[in-house]
């Protein structure tokens, strides 16, 4: 991971993205901090000029619609015509008829370097469809891992499926990554960042398998080491704000980072917090 790490940060490759409004700041922003040079171009007219300049190519459908789907296929010809590699993020794939079309139209018409997503959004690319949750996994790696090893061979690609442990496969080899922490699939975007990571690299990598399993493994290091500085910084109180709408109940949230920071509390509209100057 350190040397992919070390040639990103000296080639400095730029990354097309094509990716969705919810991440499109974050995921600039974790590309620059690699030392990879971001640019967010998804106008039809434009694509296949500026993935000609580019070191990879980020295909994200968080929020697909048909005009992106076919700028999409645009840069992805002409990435595959220019030998630039691609990697596919299929969010929420399996969970609408649009998502779960899309992303295999984009597999069956355009030559992926690595697809990454969790395991039911790689599994509903398979001929027997896997079910999401919205864009949350409903099935384990471990589960995925059988049909993973065939649907690499018939995609003839490399798969990364992320969850508490990364599989990448391309059909024969496996490796497993165990970096990570709890806390990051709290976080809005950590999947769709560790797609741009895995783009950064595929960028000075030639070889899809050792680029993903090395920018799966940098990304998780950086999740704990978030964590752990955050916990030695000495904070004495963590408060939780920005919950996504999707939790109803951000109670087991409060129960995760309670883990980390015994002293958590959950934000509140309107609160009022007394923040002391030490003396």
Same mark, same amino acid.
């Given at each position: 991971?350190?040397?992919?790490?070390?040639?990103?940060?000296?080639?400095?490759?730029?990354?097309?993205?094509?990716?969705?409004?919810?991440?499109?700041?974050?995921?600039?922003?974790?590309?620059?901090?690699?030392?990879?040079?971001?640019?967010?171009?998804?106008?039809?007219?434009?694509?296949?000029?500026?993935?000609?300049?580019?070191?990879?190519?980020?295909?994200?459908?968080?929020?697909?619609?048909?005009?992106?789907?076919?700028?999409?296929?645009?840069?992805?010809?002409?990435?595959?015509?220019?030998?630039?590699?691609?990697?596919?993020?299929?969010?929420?794939?399996?969970?609408?008829?649009?998502?779960?079309?899309?992303?295999?139209?984009?597999?069956?018409?355009?030559?992926?370097?690595?697809?990454?997503? =969790?395991?039911?959004?790689?599994?509903?690319?398979?001929?027997?469809?896997?079910?999401?949750?919205?864009?949350?996994?409903?099935?384990?790696?471990?589960?995925?891992?059988?049909?993973?090893?065939?649907?690499?061979?018939?995609?003839?690609?490399?798969?990364?499926?992320?969850?508490?442990?990364?599989?990448?496969?391309?059909?024969?080899?496996?490796?497993?990554?165990? =970096?990570?922490?709890?806390?990051?699939?709290?976080?809005?975007?950590?999947?769709?960042?560790?797609?741009?990571?895995?783009?950064?690299?595929?960028?000075?990598?030639?070889?899809?398998?050792?680029?993903?399993?090395?920018?799966?493994?940098?990304?998780?290091?950086?999740?704990?080491?978030?964590?752990?500085?955050?916990?030695?910084?000495?904070?004495?109180?963590?408060?939780?704000?920005?919950?996504?709408?999707?939790?109803?109940?951000?109670?087991?949230?409060?129960?995760?980072?309670?883990?980390?920071?015994?002293?958590?509390?959950?934000?509140?509209?309107?609160?009022?917090?007394?923040?002391?100057?030490?003396?």
């Amino acid at each position: 991971a350190a040397d992919n790490l070390r040639r990103v940060r000296e080639k400095k490759p730029l990354i097309h993205n094509i990716t969705n409004y919810v991440v499109m700041n974050y995921t600039a922003n974790a590309l620059l901090a690699c030392g990879a040079s971001p640019v967010m171009a998804h106008a039809a007219e434009e694509v296949e000029e500026m993935v000609s300049f580019a070191g990879a190519l980020v295909l994200n459908i968080g929020t697909l619609t048909p005009q992106w789907v076919e700028a999409m296929l645009r840069a992805g010809k002409r990435a595959n015509a220019v030998n630039v590699p691609i990697i596919l993020d299929p969010v929420g794939s399996g969970a609408t008829r649009l998502r779960t079309e899309s992303a295999k139209r984009l597999t069956r018409e355009l030559s992926m370097a690595v697809v990454r997503g =969790n395991a039911s959004e790689v599994l509903s690319l398979a001929k027997k469809e896997a079910r999401t949750k919205g864009v949350d996994s409903v099935h384990s790696v471990d589960e995925a891992e059988g049909a993973a090893l065939a649907l690499a061979t018939d995609l003839k690609t490399t798969l990364a499926i992320t969850g508490k442990v990364d599989l990448i496969t391309d059909g024969k080899r496996i490796i497993r990554v165990h =970096n990570g922490h709890e806390m990051m699939s709290r976080v809005t975007g950590t999947g769709c960042t560790a797609t741009v990571i895995i783009g950064a690299f595929l960028a000075v990598d030639p070889d899809a398998v050792h680029a993903a399993a090395t920018a799966l493994a940098y990304f998780g290091l950086a999740g704990e080491k978030a964590a752990s500085q955050a916990k030695a910084s000495g904070a004495k109180r963590l408060v939780l704000s920005h919950i996504s709408a999707r939790y109803a109940d951000a109670s087991m949230l409060l129960q995760q980072a309670k883990k980390v920071f015994p002293n958590s509390i959950l934000a509140e509209d309107f609160m009022e917090l007394e923040l002391p100057l030490n003396e």
